[in-house]
């Protein structure tokens, strides 16, 4: 990777990952763009921004040829509680907008890599040790658009030899940017709730397991997966990642050793409760270990410190 053009950028993950590239690769070698353009984010001020509307592929080619771009990674989508929502909307921009990035890729011979999700599996997926292949019915708009995706990335490279990579991520947890309208939220508002005001009320349910990562485990996953020599990939899209598999519980008992006041209640939504129990508890990240090294380093512990250490600043500032 060396001119690498990020579509989505002021998402949850894009905000983190952009920042991240821009100090591997050099400021000058990283374009971030989205189709929204807030004044006061650091991904617009700190480096090259874009405005890019993905829905339209002759836009993406424009920013690929003004950059001489060698790698396009792929992050503009909507996230499963907004695409229940709108799931017309939310196949038009997950699916026209990745095909758009594909057709781009394949046009120029560019490195490509775009996020599944363990939303990309359903009610009938094994729950616990997911495997890496398995049944995958989503009973999601997200999902569909999902699992559609890895089969799409999939036949571009096969068909077309487009190199393209890509990860199953679990609910992400980070203090950069909130996190889009996700079914996993619950896991980033927690943790603001147990500063501002001491308590949270949970719309998951107690009880539901679902994998989750600390937003650096997942930064450093796509690098590494993007880095990767080809010849060692057999399943590229896309793999299992997680780093832990955890209930509403698991983060009140984590805080509480921070916040000992702190205390969870439950509102449950329905709608996002159905969504989580249609995932997986516990998905089985073996294949990314053994073909590119996939090795988290933040445990529920180790993340829940750094999360309200950092957020304690960031509320304060
Ligand atoms: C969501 N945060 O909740 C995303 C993610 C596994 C969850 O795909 O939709």
């Known amino acids: 990777m060396k001119k690498i053009l ?51 592929q002759s836009l993406i080619e424009e920013l690929v040829q003004k950059y001489e771009v060698d790698t396009i990674i792929h992050l503009a989508a909507l996230l499963s509680a907004v695409a229940e929502a709108k799931p017309q909307l939310a196949w038009e921009l997950n699916m026209g907008g990745l095909n758009n990035a594909l057709e781009v890729a394949r046009t120029y011979g560019l490195k490509f ?29 997200y999902g569909v658009t999902k699992v559609s995706g890895e089969l799409l990335c999939d ?10 990579r890509g990860v199953r991520f679990p609910g992400l ?14 896991a980033v508002d927690i943790y603001y709730e147990a500063l501002k005001s001491g308590a949270y009320t949970s719309f998951i349910d107690k009880g539901t397991y679902m994998d989750m990562m600390y937003m650096p485990d997942a930064v450093e996953a796509i690098v590494q997966l993007m880095e990767a020599p080809a ?28 916040l000992p006041e702190f205390n969870l209640s ?9 969504i989580a129990e249609s995932w997986p508890n516990a998905i089985d990240t073996t294949a990314a270990q053994t073909e590119w090294g996939f090795s988290p380093n933040y445990t529920l512990e180790k993340m829940t410190a750094d999360m309200l250490e950092k957020l304690n600043v960031k509320i304060t500032e």
Do not use: W
């Not at 947890?173 to 619950?186: F, K, M, N, V």
């Open 6 to 56: 990020i579509t989505g950028a002021l998402g949850q993950i894009g905000t983190a990952l952009t920042a991240r590239l821009r100090e591997t690769y050099g400021t000058d070698n990283v374009i971030a763009s989205d189709i929204q353009k807030p004044e006061h984010s650091s991904v617009v001020t700190d480096g090259i921004f874009e405005n890019l509307d993905v829905t339209n």
């Open 155 to 164: 036949y571009y490279y096969q068909k077309f030899g487009v190199d393209t």
């Open 113 to 141: 890599f775009t996020p599944s999700s363990i939303g990309a599996f359903g009610p009938e997926t094994p729950k616990d040790k997911t495997p890496q292949v398995t049944l995958q019915r989503p009973t999601t708009m």
């Open 173 to 186: 947890i980070s203090y950069e940017a909130l996190p889009g309208g996700g079914t996993t939220d619950y």
């Open 231 to 258: 010849e060692q990939l057999v399943h590229r899209n896309a793999f299992n990642v997680s780093a832990m598999s955890v209930c509403p519980e698991d983060f009140e008992k984590a805080i509480q050793a921070h």
């Open 266 to 274: 439950f509102e449950v939504d329905s709608v996002r409760q159905t």
